[in-house]
Nanobody, 125 residues
């Protein structure tokens, strides 16, 4: 079992930045491919970014490229999502995820092994 706890969300003005954190329990954190998803009001959940166990390979949704950066610190069992140039349409609940198969993050029916509880990010206009 892996427990995921997100932090760092909140309210920010358009054009601002936030860094989300996701702390994981367990001793095998580096064996998991980590990712972020989000779900805006009235919309489907969508993929944001993913990262391999060593942090050597990252993948982003097209709309996130150049603005968001995913990283991880295995010594702290933590994955991060740095968000810059935030827009009102980025307002959503952001979810951390963990899975031992990287291809999980390419599938439309997102079903990682573990989900975080969700973290609210609100961007004002």
């Amino acid at each position: 079992q892996v427990q995921l706890v997100e932090s760092g969300g909140g309210l920010v003005q358009a054009g601002g930045s936030l860094r989300l954190s996701c702390a994981a329990s367990g001793r095998t954190f580096s064996n998991y491919y980590m990712g972020w998803f989000r779900q805006a009001p009235g919309k489907e959940r969508e993929f944001v970014a993913a990262i391999t166990g060593s942090g050597g390979v990252t993948y982003y949704a097209d709309s996130m490229k150049g603005r968001f950066t995913i990283s991880r610190d295995n010594a702290k069992n933590t994955v991060y999502l740095e968000m810059n140039g935030l827009k009102p349409e980025d307002t959503a609940v952001y979810y951390c995820a963990a899975d031992r198969d990287f291809l999980t993050y390419y599938r439309r029916n997102y079903d990682p092994e573990y989900w975080g509880q969700g973290l609210q990010v609100t961007v004002s206009s």
